[in-house]
């Protein structure tokens, strides 16, 4: 016999099933932003007109975010971890570079170039 819960006990398990639904969606949505962070930058960064040095440093930056949609979108394990192991080296470097003031510290150059 088909017993059925009332509306209070019914609130935690479909709440739980809509959280696991989402997971697709935002495993999607991840992907996507990431490629939109990589579009946007080298598209503002392409405004600025770079030089050689600089134009480098912005496709690095830009490499980072496709290796993160890469790894997002990648079914073979080992694939997935490297490109996310390209990503974090990638970002990495970017940082460093930064630090060390190469190239010529562009104002908009570097995840980390607006933080003092």
Avoid at 15 to 37: P, R
Avoid at 61 to 67: H, Q
Wanted: charged share 10%.
């Amino acid at each position: 016999m088909y017993i059925r819960l009332k509306r209070t006990r019914r609130a935690l398990p479909v709440t739980l099933g809509g959280a696991l639904a989402s997971v697709g969606v935002l495993l999607a949505w991840d992907s996507f932003s990431l490629a939109m962070i990589a579009n946007a930058y080298i598209s503002y960064q392409n405004t600025h007109r770079l030089g050689p040095m600089e134009f480098i440093g912005t496709i690095m930056l830009v490499a980072a975010f496709l290796s993160g949609v890469a790894n997002q979108l990648c079914r073979d394990l080992r694939q997935a971890i490297l490109f996310n192991n390209i990503a974090i080296a990638l970002f990495v470097l970017d940082v460093f570079l930064v630090m060390v003031g190469w190239p010529g510290t562009h104002p908009g150059h570097g995840i980390m170039s607006n933080y003092p």
